[in-house]
């Protein structure tokens, strides 16, 4: 099934092109992720940082945040709403998608366009916004953060010694791959089981995408970062693929096969220049 095609549907939602833009790469990346079974039913959630005109169009109230963002105060965020699928992103935006302002110091939010037909922002706004801040506190802004249920690596969070000892886990899962260096340079972070929504599932998420732009939350799913939702999704890829190798070549008990430190050195020799150059665009 192919996505629906969106740029007659979104001209219409009267938004600036740059915008309408953005919801139709996250309608697109939203089909997509559910055609890999990341996202069943109403999983996952997206953010973008937004430019947006101080419309204060909302009539709506100002809604507590349970995170304060202080360091957002004023800004425009382009989120999913709470419990609606991501392959309706492209049919239904408005339903689905939502603009919030942060408000009263980073206390609280107004909806600013979206949410139609009584739809609220994810539950997960808290990890969104927290990641937001700090990558602005760190100096390492990012324009979109992207969490779904990527199969695979939440497997991996199952076995006790990666639990254990999350750095055996990435090492583990550049051995496996060619490309897992150049996709993930910064490696995937591990974060235990938080309940889902949480503050302290929000502060963790917000200290580890500072040391890389992959988390993987144990038990749950990934939260990856980028300049566009496109970027977000490739560095999931990236890990799952690795991930997904892993529990093949696992099963069949051949894990002598894996890259070599020898091969994992060699790659990074030749990958050196091309991590360098992504890492300053
Ligand atoms: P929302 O529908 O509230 O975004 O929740 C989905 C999810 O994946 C929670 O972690
Ligand atoms: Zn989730």
Known sequence: MAPEPLGERVSRLGLN??????????????????RKGWCEGAAGNMSVAIDFPNYHSSSGPAI???????????????????????????????????????????LAFVVEWGFLGGSRATSELPAHLAVHQ??????????????????????????QRFRRDPDLLMGLLYRMHTEAYQGLPRGISYIGFRVPGGTELASDAAAALTKSDVALWSHHGVISV?????????????????????????????????????DLRELKTAYHDAVARRASS
């Not at 092109?17 to 559910?34: A, R, S, Y």
């Not at 700090?134 to 076995?159: C, E, N």
């Not at 560095?235 to 008990?253: H, W």
């Open 64 to 106: 507590s945040l349970t995170y304060p963002v202080p360091d957002l105060n004023g800004q425009c965020f382009l989120v999913t709403a709470s419990g609606k699928r991501f392959r309706d992103i492209s049919k239904r935006p408005e339903q689905c998608l939502g603009i919030v302002r942060i408000i009263d110091g980073g």
């Open 134 to 159: 700090q990558r602005l506190r760190s100096g390492i802004p990012i324009k979109a953060i992207l969490h779904a249920h990527a199969t695979h690596l939440i497997a991996l969070s199952f076995v």
């Open 17 to 34: 092109p740059d915008i309408e833009q953005i919801i139709q790469d996250c309608g697109e990346v939203g089909f997509l992720l559910w």
């Open 226 to 262: 980028g300049e566009s939702m496109d970027d977000a999704m490739d560095l999931m890829e990236y890990g799952d693929k690795a991930a997904q190798l892993f529990l093949m070549i696992s099963q069949r008990n051949d894990s002598g096969a894996y890259l070599s430190e020898h």
